[in-house]
C-alpha cells in the first residue's frame, strides 16, 4: 500500500503549494485532472480491493477492516463520477429572458470548415500554456492537411472604436476624438453616434461624461429655468403597504413610494409580544431601496443619495385612525401604525449631476461645437474644427477632433494591451473603462508546405475567418459552453440593504424553472448562502442529480440583471456514502472489537 500512497500523498502535497502560489485552475490541470493522476487512482482502488479481498473467507473481526476500505473506493468513485459527468459553470441571466446556456471556466476553439460547415470542439487551456511567438501551438485541423498556428495570446484585448462612413444614408451623424494627456501618458480614443442613446454617450474614467447632442442645451444658469423641486406627502401604512394615500403639489409626481416596515420580523414571529422596531424604507423609480430606523429620522431632514433631494418624517401613529377629518392615534400599540412623510424631489439630480460634462453638436461637415460645464461655474462654450484640439479643464486633458461623418457608423477593432512591463506601455483606451477585458489569441493558417496565411486577432467568444490558397476556417475562441436541458428565468432580484445604509445585506434571486418534464413552470429562489435547487426533489437532492445555483456576482448599474454559479455534481451520493462508510469502518475497528477468548 505504501507504493501507492506514498506518490499520492507527494502530489497532493505538491497540488496543494501549487495552488496557493498560482490558482485552483493550474493545481487541476497539472494534478487533480492530469491522465497520470487518475490513472493512479484507479491503481489505488485496485489495489484497496485486492488487499480487502485477501482476507476471504471475511470474519467479524474484518468488519471494520473491509468497511473502511470499501469506503475509500466509493469516494474514489465518487470523485471520479463528479468530474467526468459534473461540471461547475456560470450564467448570467436578465429579467423576463429565459435562457439556457452556461459559460464554464474552461477554454476551448472552434473550428469550422467552409468545405462541409462542420463544426469541432478542441480544448485549449491558453492560461496554463499560453502560446507565444518562441512557442506557438501547432493545432492539425480535421479533414485537411492544413494546420492552425497559435502564436501570440493577450489576457486583455484592447477594443479600438473608429468612426468611419456609413454604408446606408438613413445612418446618423458621428464624431471621432482622442483625449490626451501628457502628465498621464494616456490617449483615450472616443467615437460617438448621434443615435442611439447608447452611442451618444461616453463614461469617461467615471469621472466626467461626454455626449454627442442634436444642438447644446441652454447655457443660462437662471435658477428660474431650472425644474422645480417636486413636492410631495406621503402617507404610508404597515398594514397596506401597496396603497399610500400620496398628495403632490403640482401634476407630476417624482415616482417615489415610502413604507413603513418593521427591522425586527423574526423576533416579531417568535414573539408577538416583543416591541416593534420600525424603519422607514423609501423606493426610488428605478426600484432602489434605502432604510432608516424611526427614531433616527422622525422629525428630522434626511438627505437622499442624490444629494439634493430630502426626506422629513413629520409624524408617526402607532394606531393610526381618522376623527373629523384628522389622522390621530387611538392607542400607543401598534395595532396600525402609519407615518406621514414630506418628500421634496429635484428632478435631473443625481449622481451625474455631479460630474464634469462634455456636450459636442455639429455644426457642419466639418466643425462641431462643445460646451465644458462643472458644477458652480459658467459653462464653457467654442468651436473646433477637424484636427483642431481644446482643454477640457480637467487636469491637463485635451481633446482633439479626428473625423465628422453625416452618416456614420462605429468599427470595433481589437488588439493586445501593452504589458505593464513594456517601454511603449500605455493605459487602456475605451476598452478598460466600458468592456470588460476580454484575452485573444494570436491565429493563422499553414499550408503543408510551411507557407502562412494572414494573421488574425481573435477574442474570447468571437470567431475570424481564416484564409489560405483556397482553403477557409472559421476559428473561435472562448469559454466552454453547456447546454441546460430546462430554460431559467429571472423574475426579479432585490438587494436589501442594511439599516440606514446602501451596503448590501443579501441578494435574492427569484427564478422561474421552466422544464419539458414538468407540467408546469416551478419556481425556487436563491440567495446568500442558501442556493436553488431543479428540479428540486429530495431524491434527485440525494443522489446528486439536482442542479445547484448559487449567487455569484449582481451589476449595481441593473437590478434587472444577476449572475449565479452552476453546481452539477452525479457522484455527490458515492462521496458522502463513501465518507460514511470510512468513518463506521474505522469506528467498527476501534470500538466494536468483539469478546475476547477466554484463556485455559
Not at 503543408?448 to 484564409?467: F, H, K, M, N, Y
Not at 451596503?503 to 448562502?529: E, G, K, V, Y
Not at 452539477?568 to 456514502?577: A, E, L, S, V
Amino acid at each position: 500500500a505504501w507504493f501507492f500512497l506514498s506518490p499520492m500523498a507527494i502530489a497532493v502535497a505538491a497540488a496543494t503549494v501549487t495552488e496557493s502560489r498560482f490558482d485552483t485552475a493550474v493545481a487541476r490541470h497539472y494534478f487533480y485532472r492530469a491522465p497520470w493522476f487518475s490513472g493512479w487512482l484507479m491503481l489505488l482502488c485496485l489495489n484497496l480491493a485486492c488487499a480487502a479481498l485477501t482476507r476471504w473467507p471475511w470474519q467479524r473481526k474484518h468488519l471494520g477492516f473491509v468497511i473502511t476500505h470499501c469506503g475509500i473506493i466509493t469516494l474514489l468513485i465518487g470523485a471520479m463520477a463528479g468530474r467526468i459527468t459534473g461540471f461547475e459553470a456560470f450564467v448570467t441571466l436578465h429579467k423576463d429572458i429565459p435562457q439556457r446556456r452556461l459559460i464554464t471556466p474552461e477554454t476551448i476553439l472552434t473550428v469550422q470548415s467552409a468545405r462541409d460547415g462542420g463544426l469541432d470542439r478542441l480544448s485549449f487551456p491558453v492560461e496554463l500554456d499560453p502560446p507565444s511567438p518562441r512557442h506557438p501551438r501547432l493545432l492539425p485541423l480535421p479533414d485537411t492537411r492544413y494546420r492552425l498556428k497559435i502564436d501570440d495570446y493577450s489576457a486583455r484585448m484592447e477594443e479600438l472604436r473608429e468612426i468611419v462612413p456609413a454604408s446606408t444614408i438613413d445612418a446618423s451623424a458621428g464624431v471621432g476624438l482622442e483625449f490626451h494627456t501628457e502628465m498621464m501618458g494616456q490617449t483615450v480614443p472616443v467615437a460617438l453616434l448621434q443615435s442611439p442613446d447608447a452611442a451618444a454617450n461616453f463614461d469617461f474614467f467615471g469621472l466626467a461624461r461626454i455626449r454627442l447632442l442634436p444642438k447644446l442645451p441652454d447655457a443660462t444658469l437662471d435658477k428660474k429655468n431650472e425644474p422645480a423641486p417636486l413636492v410631495e406627502t406621503h402617507v404610508a401604512l404597515a398594514a397596506m403597504p401597496e396603497q399610500p394615500v400620496i398628495h403632490a403639489a403640482q401634476k407630476q409626481t417624482s415616482g417615489y413610494r415610502v413604507y413603513l416596515g418593521a427591522e425586527n420580523i423574526d423576533e416579531l414571529q417568535a414573539n408577538p409580544k416583543a416591541p416593534v422596531q420600525f424603519i422607514v424604507i423609501i423606493r426610488n423609480p428605478e426600484g432602489n431601496e434605502l432604510s432608516w430606523p424611526l427614531d433616527a429620522v422622525k422629525g428630522k431632514k434626511t438627505l437622499l443619495p442624490d444629494g439634493v433631494s430630502q426626506m422629513v418624517v413629520a409624524d408617526f401613529w402607532p394606531d393610526f385612525a381618522m376623527k373629523n377629518g384628522k389622522p390621530v392615534t387611538l392607542s400607543n400599540e401598534p395595532n396600525n401604525p402609519a407615518i406621514l412623510v414630506h418628500l421634496q424631489i429635484v428632478p435631473g439630480k443625481s449622481a451625474d449631476s455631479k460630474r464634469p460634462t462634455l456636450n459636442l453638436a455639429l455644426l457642419g461637415k466639418d466643425q462641431l461645437a462643445y460646451q465644458i460645464s462643472k458644477p458652480g461655474t459658467p459653462p464653457i462654450r467654442g468651436t473646433a474644427k477637424v484636427g483642431d484640439a481644446f482643454a477640457l479643464g480637467w487636469a491637463d486633458w485635451q481633446a482633439r477632433v479626428k473625423t465628422i461623418e453625416p452618416q456614420a457608423e462605429i468599427r470595433s477593432t481589437f488588439n493586445p494591451t501593452p504589458t505593464a512591463n513594456s517601454a511603449n506601455a500605455k493605459a487602456p483606451a475605451a476598452m478598460g473603462m466600458n468592456s470588460p477585458a476580454l484575452p485573444g489569441i494570436h491565429a493563422r493558417l499553414i499550408s503543408p508546405d510551411g507557407r502562412e496565411g494572414e494573421p488574425r486577432w481573435i477574442v474570447s467568444g468571437t470567431s475570424q475567418a481564416l484564409v489560405l490558397d483556397k482553403e477557409v476556417v472559421r476559428a473561435g475562441f472562448g469559454l466552454k459552453p453547456v447546454a441546460l436541458p430546462f430554460s431559467i428565468t429571472l423574475e426579479k432580484f432585490d438587494v436589501p440593504r442594511d439599516e440606514g445604509t446602501s451596503t448590501p445585506a443579501n441578494f435574492i434571486s427569484s427564478l422561474r424553472f421552466d422544464d419539458p418534464a414538468l407540467p408546469q413552470p416551478r419556481r425556487d429562489t436563491a440567495q446568500m448562502n442558501s442556493p436553488a435547487m431543479h428540479p428540486g426533489s429530495f431524491w434527485r437532492s440525494l443522489l446528486g442529480w439536482n442542479y445547484k445555483f448559487s449567487q455569484a456576482q449582481w451589476n449595481p448599474d441593473d437590478l434587472n440583471e444577476t449572475t449565479l454559479q452552476v453546481l452539477y455534481d452525479p457522484g455527490w451520493p458515492f462521496k458522502w456514502t463513501g465518507s460514511l462508510m470510512i468513518c463506521l469502518g474505522i469506528a467498527v475497528m476501534f470500538y466494536f472489537k468483539g469478546p475476547k477468548k477466554k484463556k485455559d
